[in-house]
């Protein structure tokens, strides 16, 4: 059976972090891939750790070939990829654990043929949040073409590694990366494919760390003459895609946006500053698991791990809404509840003191996604009714989804029967449970 994503890793004498990009791959709660790793002639021990992960992994397929550059190595991956899409990462970097579930459920709930991402930039031990994508949004070729020539230079577009594209696309149309050209490359090969391109989406979820580690053209020994020839190719193909995108009234309307892109290219614009404001201290930034605690045996440690892995997929529905993971969990609680029910009630549910409870449920009730009103039923009795505002229907929407992705997860590998056996073991256990308390 062919995996749905062909997941594509040229290596380079990346003996480094190499083991950090790949087990960022391996741990995905997305498993139906495949990884294609190009080592491309390194004289480190990058080759070795690739076949050490392919004799682990049968998901793993490794490339040996002599030093050719980046381009040719993904060019040799992409001849032999066969999923239905194509994700894409440097050596140095790696991606969050919902990078690739979040990339295919996007494509594939909205029908989409490019899905582009946010991104952290990490400098040293600093990390800080692209934050460019203002919301999860569906665009045509124009609507993204006129984001596009707003800011040319900008890491969104002239990259691969933050986004999927579809490889019968590809395919169709033979695109590949121009191992001639030693700068835009993947710029021009991302030009290529939006041409062919129909609907796009623009998720606002960082899910792929960035390491500022890599040259721009002034380190590369290339000749000025070379390098300005190089940058006029670029551009003029550049300036004839927005001709062939825009219609003439369009294009002579947008002719010195476009013409901008020589001006940042003249100055190597694809490369972003150092850090962003606002950085934190790397680690901090998303849910961390404590590796030993997750090893660990008993019903304690059983609770532990189904809270964490609740939490690691709630925490992707926070961060599209903006929301704290303590009130997207509150959020979930009281979709679960019934209502009216008393606070101390609610409160406990939820795992919180009343306090807490209370200051949390005002944060979502300004926020205009949950109406609470107290009831009093006697003087020394009140109750609370909840209602969900329209405004919260996304966001309930991909609470259920969140969910799902969580019986998924833990449901991964097993039969359909497999499954209903412990939907009916646990039924049982719960009925003990109720009884005894």
């Not at 964490?308 to 929301?323: D, I, S």
Request: glycine share 4%; net charge negative; hydrophobic share 40%.
């Amino acid at each position: 059976m062919q995996p749905n994503v062909s997941i594509i890793v040229p290596v380079y004498n990346a003996e480094k972090t190499l083991e950090r990009c790949v087990d960022s791959i391996l741990n995905q709660t997305y498993g139906d891939f495949e990884l294609l790793l190009v080592n491309d002639g390194s004289q480190d021990a990058s080759g070795a750790i690739c076949d050490h992960y392919a004799a682990r992994d049968s998901r793993i397929r490794v490339f040996h070939r002599e030093n050719a550059g980046v381009s040719a190595a993904r060019n040799l991956a992409l001849a032999h990829a066969v999923g239905s899409y194509l994700q894409f990462l440097d050596s140095d970097d790696w991606i969050t654990p919902d990078a690739t579930a979040s990339l295919v459920r996007a494509a594939e709930e909205y029908d989409c043929d490019l899905v582009i991402s946010d991104f952290y930039r990490v400098v040293g031990e600093r990390v800080s949040h692209k934050g460019d994508i203002d919301d999860d949004t569906v665009l045509t070729r124009e609507e993204y073409a006129a984001h596009m020539m707003e800011n040319p230079a900008d890491f969104y577009y002239g990259v691969l590694w933050n986004k999927l594209y579809r490889r019968r696309i590809v395919e169709a149309h033979h695109l590949r990366m121009d191992p001639e050209i030693s700068w835009c490359e993947d710029f021009m090969f991302n030009l290529e494919y939006i041409r062919h391109a129909q609907r796009f989406y623009a998720l606002q979820i960082p899910i792929y760390y960035y390491v500022k580690t890599k040259g721009s053209l002034a380190t590369q020994s290339l000749s000025i003459t070379k390098t300005v020839r190089m940058k006029l190719m670029v551009f003029e193909y550049y300036h004839q895609f927005f001709k062939t995108v825009l219609d003439e009234d369009e294009y002579e309307k947008s002719r010195l946006k476009v013409y901008r892109f020589l001006l940042d290219a003249a100055g190597d614009g694809a490369v972003p500053p150092a850090i962003l404001p606002g950085s934190t201290k790397l680690g901090t930034e998303r849910l961390q698991v404590c590796q030993d605690l997750l090893a660990g045996e008993g019903v304690l440690y059983d609770a532990f791990r189904q809270r964490k892995l609740l939490e690691r997929c709630l925490e992707t529905v926070a961060l599209r809404h903006g929301l704290t993971l303590a009130e997207i969990r509150l959020l979930l609680y009281l979709r679960q509840v019934e209502s009216p029910a008393p606070r101390r009630a609610l409160a406990d549910f939820a795992g919180l003191s009343r306090s807490s409870f209370s200051l949390l449920l005002q944060k979502l009730s300004a926020r205009g996604l949950v109406k609470a009103e107290e009831l009093r039923e006697a003087p020394d009795r009140k109750r609370i009714r909840l209602a969900f505002s329209p405004a919260a229907d996304s966001l309930l929407t991909d609470l259920t989804a969140a969910l799902l992705e969580y019986q998924q997860i833990a449901h991964a590998g097993f039969t359909e029967e497999e499954i209903a056996q412990c939907r009916r073991l646990n039924g049982r256990m719960q009925d003990n449970i109720r009884n005894t308390l």
